[in-house]
């Protein structure tokens, strides 16, 4: 069936770059999404990307995708404490109906 | 996101009892879904909407029910609610543009 896997931590110091890796199976969605969930709030589309890109810059932020090995990832530059959060991967299903999402990594960013 | 609201945003409550969660949307979308998060097992779909007379079950719907009373509204049930089904619960709105999902703020349900 389809899947998302991602890590589950990543910790970094502040002013690093973080990197989330993110790995599925079905490649039928013709978008691929990052969402941010801060501490007691729901999810926030942080940025996605279009399945025919390869790279798509945001700011802060650079999303790769490389459709061969099906791995998707989110670099945040000069990471900061406010970027601590759980990110989450997602995709569209083969039906088209829904989102399927990875079990979201942890972001923590020490000072 | 105001532009999805859930109530209540805490719920407390015994094995047995039933329980309504709400979600109201004014981004005037037709798509409309409702996740639920537990740690470590990210986000599961229960059900999910495109209009009003259109409700499709999601991976784990079993023990629940939705009612969509109008394109701003849909509403989860737990008929007879048991302690595995605390969690965190997420209603979403789905725009069409990007397939993308805007969440509202979620309810904590914890049942004893």
């Known amino acids: 069936g389809e899947d998302v896997e991602q890590s589950l931590f990543l910790s970094v110091r502040e002013g690093d770059s973080s990197v989330i890796n993110c790995t599925y199976t079905?490649?039928?969605?013709?978008?691929l999404y990052w969402y941010k969930q801060e501490p007691g709030a729901g999810l926030q589309l942080l940025t996605y990307?279009?399945?025919?890109?390869d790279m798509k810059q945001d700011q802060r932020l650079t999303v790769l995708l490389n459709k061969k090995d099906k791995h998707l990832s989110l670099r945040i530059a000069d990471t900061q404490t406010g970027d601590s959060a759980i990110y989450f991967c997602?995709?569209?299903?083969?039906?088209?109906?829904?989102?399927?999402f990875g079990k979201g990594t942890t972001l923590s960013v020490s000072s | 996101d105001a532009d999805v609201t859930q109530t209540p945003r805490n719920r407390i409550t015994k094995t047995g009892k039933r329980i309504m969660l709400e979600c109201s949307q004014t981004?005037?979308?037709?798509?409309m879904y409702w996740y639920r998060q537990d740690p470590g097992l990210g986000l599961r779909l229960i059900y999910y909407?495109?209009?009003?007379?259109?409700?499709n079950k999601g991976e784990i719907s079993d023990g629940y029910s939705v009612s969509r009373q109008a394109q701003a509204k849909f509403s989860l049930s737990l008929e007879s609610a048991i302690p595995n089904q605390t969690a965190l619960y997420f209603c979403?709105?789905?725009?069409?543009?990007?397939?993308?999902?805007?969440f509202g703020p979620g309810t904590r349900l914890t049942v004893l």
């Open positions: 997602a995709l569209v299903n083969q039906a088209g109906t829904a989102l399927i």
């Open positions: 079905d490649s039928s969605s013709t978008y």
């Open positions: 990307i279009f399945s025919n890109m």
């Open positions: 981004k005037g979308h037709d798509r």
């Open positions: 909407s495109f209009d009003v007379k259109d409700i």
């Open positions: 979403a709105t789905g725009g069409i543009n990007y397939n993308e999902q805007f």
